[in-house]
């Protein structure tokens, strides 16, 4: 079966070019990745996938039941997304149909999501200070997200898109043992 992020990567695209194309109200994009985002949860919630997982559901019965879980109210090309999703069969792409076009109106925008995690909580000038240095990096604006692992021991490791930085303790170690068993 091919991967879920190269089957979601065209519902995304064209997911984000009909919201792009709608110039009807400010935040549109907004608008569609709480919509989509709220989508992705519906289907990724167990007991919904393990009955649109029935076979003797058609597809109708399906999508009468997702829709009906989304508290949003649609617009009729969001709905008209979630059908083709239902009638291909692709319900579970979604939450990687969500990520993906995160991503693209990110980019969109010159912002990027930053995942911060360190071994003991930062302080906010800390955390201030970091991501000034990583934007200047980047070069984009970065909305973080910042955890606390204490597994990491010391240190910190960022990840923004493909890239991580890893500057923990946990991440040494590792590097050493690998030196000296080498």
């Known amino acids: 079966m091919a991967e879920l992020s190269t089957i979601a990567r065209p519902y995304a695209e064209a997911l984000f070019a009909a919201a792009s194309s709608d110039k009807s109200a400010a935040g549109v994009l907004d608008q569609w990745l709480h919509l989509v985002a709220e989508m992705a949860g519906v289907a990724q919630h167990g007991e919904v996938a393990q ?19 989304i508290k949003s109210p649609l617009p009729i090309a969001a709905e008209n997304f979630l059908k083709l999703v239902v009638d291909n069969g692709r319900l579970a792409a979604l939450p990687e149909v969500a990520r993906q076009f995160r991503a693209m109106k990110n980019a969109a925008e010159g912002r990027a999501d930053c995942l911060i995690e360190s071994a003991l909580p930062l302080a906010d000038e ?48 590792a590097k050493m043992h690998t030196a000296l068993t080498a």
């Open 126 to 173: 800390q955390v201030k200070d970091l991501l000034w240095s990583l934007s200047q990096k980047f070069g984009l604006k970065l909305i973080p997200e910042v955890k606390v692992d204490p597994a990491l021991i010391g240190g910190v490791r960022v990840s923004v898109g493909d890239h991580v930085l890893d500057d923990t303790i946990k991440a040494r170690l």
């Open 51 to 69: 009955v649109v997982g029935d076979p003797n559901l058609g597809a109708d019965r399906v999508y009468e039941l997702v829709r009906g879980l």
